[in-house]
């Protein structure tokens, strides 16, 4: 369903860049363009500039699609990470490889906190429960076009149930998840064979933060990973 609403904000944001200048958004104006189960939203804004003074009025189209989170199941004990494998119709779109390579995630709902989404995810498309969650950080997916972000954490995993196949059967998810020593998965990602971009944040930042995550969660993890 298309639709056009008007907005008249003329509302300001100002920050500091990494220069630590000060850099303001003027936000004129807002058009809901398109409203179904997504929506789009035209933005008539204009900004500082690098060199000095204030930019003419322009237009951007940005997709809203709501706030995400993702966790990577971690096992210390046996050094593997918990991933799944699932059929992306974007991946087929753009031309990739249309069974993806990932791990859990999904898009927060109302009232619901990202950790708590990363614990039902991770029951709901890997089978297994987590204990601790370590914070990775909170991105933008493709801030020229979308205000979608995505919490990414560390999960601890608790135990694991296997089955053939996850997923909520309504929303036609058919998922496969698979235990991968660590340093095959940071193979996967050096050959491109992830591809999959929050994956690869969440696998960098475990290499980076292997040693010292092991350290201070062996000591109480208990899961079989067979």
Known sequence: MTSTTFEKTETTRSETDSTGGSQTVFEVRKDTVFQGYFRVDKYHLRHSLFAGGVSPVFTREIFERGHAAAVIPFCPETGRVLLIEQFRAGAYSAGMPCWQIEIVAGVIETSEQADELCRREAIEEAGCTLGRLESIGKY????????????????????????????VEEENEDIRAFWL????????????????????????WLQLNLDSLTTTWS????????
């Open 219 to 226: 000591d109480a993890t208990h899961v079989s990973a067979e």
């Open 181 to 204: 020593p660590v340093e095959d998965a940071f193979n996967w990602v050096k050959s491109n064979k992830i591809s999959n971009a929050v994956t690869v944040i969440a696998l960098q």
């Open 140 to 167: 933008l997916m493709t801030p020229g076009g979308s205000s979608e972000t995505v919490s990414i954490f560390c999960g601890e995993v608790s135990s694991h149930q296997e089955a053939e196949s996850y997923g």
